[in-house]
């Protein structure tokens, strides 16, 4: 990898609205068209397949993902015309995309996710969103040892890979499995502490959402070759919808490339790895109750994006959360498209308090793994009606 191709990866990443994690250019031309057909070919094969050959329906999906974060890298050279860049981005279609559909639509979505919380439990522990880690530093032998004293632009795929592998293969339950890619993770806090300039920063966080992408790509080959029917179906309906959402998540939290300067990369690495690791620990959950094993899901943290789609693959109504660039957090509401109220969120027990900017809105937030409800304590005219509460089921 080389330190001389960020600019051009800045430049991609406003082409394809920053909004995607993308793999190494030098092998992405091979595959573009390739991953998109079987993105297709999933989308529309699936549901017969779901009846079928569930090995071969993993493996699918398996290459699937692997192929997808490279395509999008071959759309940032076009971008980019002579310039070449080895810098890693998140990409359109990623790996976690065609594997990690966490949440379920219309009535299975509130169920599915409130069944997994009351069968993995959640953690006492908060995950604030300040810190990536509210407890202790988590260890692993097979983390701990890995070697990642080169440069940060090295190619660290190949021994991330057999790493999970390892954690995979070795652990004796999920929960100890996502304590060592916790660990794995934690590696790369490192990097990023020591990283000097945005383009070391960017690729450091680049290599955090390529931990959990791949432990969910492990993931959702073990759970393709153990749901059966029904169950099965429904996370391929979840999947589609996921899929089809993400991108305008993203866009609605982040905001525009173009408005986010040079950080707009490595805040799209992270918002995606966020994403991923949740989708990492809902799948794991449904993996265990299928074997008849149980993990602790971690407590959710007050950043977080939650979706009501009216059972559709669009976004009716948004409630986003994030840390505010000044101090403290804020929401960003948005009602069945008919426009968005913005204002400051503040932790009220095992609760949020919203205040509109104006301060002619508030109201309580209350969210987990089953989703986020958003009820109006306060309102003085506008979009927002006192009274009323609002559900978003879906959890990115």
Request: net charge negative; charged share 30%; glycine share 8%.
């Amino acid at each position: 990898m080389k330190k001389r191709v960020y600019m051009a990866l800045v430049v991609a990443m406003i082409g394809l609205c920053g909004c995607t994690p993308t793999k190494d250019s030098e092998r992405a031309d091979a595959v573009n068209q390739s991953e998109v057909a079987e993105v297709e070919a999933e989308v529309i094969e699936e549901p017969g397949t779901s009846q079928g050959d569930d090995t071969a329906e993993a493996a699918d999906n398996t290459d699937t993902t692997q192929e997808a974060d490279d395509s999008n890298a071959a759309a940032n050279e076009e971008t980019t015309d002579e310039e070449t860049t080895d810098e890693k981005t998140t990409g359109e279609k990623s790996a976690d995309e065609d594997i990690t559909e966490e949440n379920v639509s219309d009535e299975n979505a509130s169920d599915n996710e409130q069944n997994a919380e009351a069968d993995a439990g959640e953690s006492s522990t908060e995950d604030t969103g300040d810190s990536r880690y509210a407890t202790e530093a988590p260890s692993n032998p097979i983390a701990d040892s890995l070697d990642l004293s080169g440069d940060v632009f090295d190619d660290y795929e190949p021994v991330l890979k057999d790493a999970v592998e390892q954690i995979v293969s070795s652990s004796e339950n999920l929960q100890e499995e996502l304590n060592g890619i916790e660990a794995i993770d934690y590696r790369f806090e490192g990097l990023r502490t020591a990283a000097e300039t945005q383009a070391e920063m960017t690729q450091t966080s680049y290599w955090s959402y390529a931990v959990w992408d791949m432990e969910i790509n492990s993931l959702w080959s073990r759970i393709s070759e153990t749901l059966k029917g029904a169950e099965k179906d429904n996370l391929l309906k979840e999947q589609r919808q996921w899929i089809a959402m993400k991108e305008e998540v993203i866009l609605e939290t982040l905001g525009r490339s173009e408005d986010g300067g040079s950080i707009y990369p490595m805040l799209v690495n992270e918002l995606t790895r966020d994403m991923t690791r949740t989708r990492s620990y809902y799948l794991a959950s449904v993996l265990a109750k299928a074997k008849g094993d149980e993990i602790t899901l971690p407590k959710r943290g007050i950043c977080g994006e939650y979706v009501d789609n009216q059972g559709t693959n669009d976004v009716y109504s948004s409630l986003i959360i994030k840390e505010s660039f000044e101090s403290g957090y804020e929401g960003i509401i948005s009602i069945f498209r008919l426009g968005n109220v913005e204002g400051t969120v503040e932790k009220s027990g095992d609760d949020l308090v919203f205040t509109s900017y104006d301060e002619k809105t508030k109201g309580i937030i209350r969210y987990g793994w089953g989703g986020a409800s958003l009820e109006i304590t306060e309102s003085n005219g506008g979009l927002l009606e006192k009274g009323e509460v609002y559900e978003f089921k879906f959890v990115f």
